[in-house]
């Protein structure tokens, strides 16, 4: 069974930085791009980027250009997903999913809560 | 990219019918048979429900069903039951392996 777990809550300053990680497992971690969706409480869900795990290639949204880096270990099956210059507004649910069906994010990791409050 | 545009609520009573819309333009819902449909209830993951406008996974009732005409596409429920009531978020492919969600809309079952 395919199962995505991601690490658990942060709390940061503004203008500091967070790193989430997803550990993938029940396939083969390179078959498949790992996508990052951020939802700040109470609002909807935005699609950040993406991870090719077999190459490290990123495509990242235009809003969070500059300030992501989503990356990919290949010897622990683990993407991960760094946000600098944290603010306020960066408070969110940021989750990690895959998409084995194709053009669609079939599995979710449960979410990773990050504050930012000073 | 702008987000798509879904209604912020619809409701329905048990047994109804419901239809929530969901419009992009032609670089994204109009240009792409890459529609997906994902039901999120508070405070958990979001659960995905169709793909390619109207492909139900294993697992999905057939009382959800997607469609799309031109730059609109549509996700409805039929036999409305009480655990329907979520969110629903709609998400199409933008081109240049970039994806785009809508503002979500608010199902109430009466």
């Known amino acids: 069974e395919v199962h995505l777990v991601q690490s658990g809550v942060e709390v940061k300053k503004p203008g500091a930085t967070v790193k989430i990680s997803c550990k993938v497992s029940g396939y083969t971690f390179i078959d498949y791009y790992i996508h990052w969706v951020q939802q700040a409480p109470g609002k909807g869900l935005e699609w950040m980027g993406l991870?090719?795990?077999?190459?490290?290639?990123?495509i990242y949204a235009e809003k969070f250009q500059g300030r992501v880096t989503m990356t990919a270990d290949r010897s622990t099956d683990t993407a991960y997903m760094e946000l600098s210059s944290l603010r306020s507004e960066d408070t969110a649910v940021y989750y990690c999913a895959t998409d084995h069906v194709g053009d669609a994010f079939d599995i979710w990791g449960q979410g990773t809560m990050v504050t930012v409050s000073s | 990219q702008s987000a798509l545009t879904q209604p912020r609520s619809v409701s329905g009573s048990p047994g109804q019918s419901v239809t929530i819309s969901c419009t992009g333009t032609?670089?994204?819902?109009?240009?792409?048979?890459?529609v997906s449909w994902y039901q999120q209830h508070p405070g958990k993951a979001p659960r995905f429900m169709i793909s390619?406008?109207?492909k139900r996974p294993s697992g999905v009732p057939d009382r959800f069903s997607g469609s799309k005409s031109g730059n609109t596409a549509s996700l409805t429920i039929s036999g409305l039951q009480a655990e329907d009531e979520a969110d629903y978020y709609c998400c199409s492919y933008a081109g240049s392996y970039t994806w785009v969600f809508g503002g979500g809309t608010k199902l109430t079952v009466l």
């Open positions: 032609s670089s994204d819902v109009g240009g792409y048979d890459y």
């Open positions: 991870v090719d795990p077999e190459d490290g290639e990123i």
């Open positions: 390619d406008v109207n």
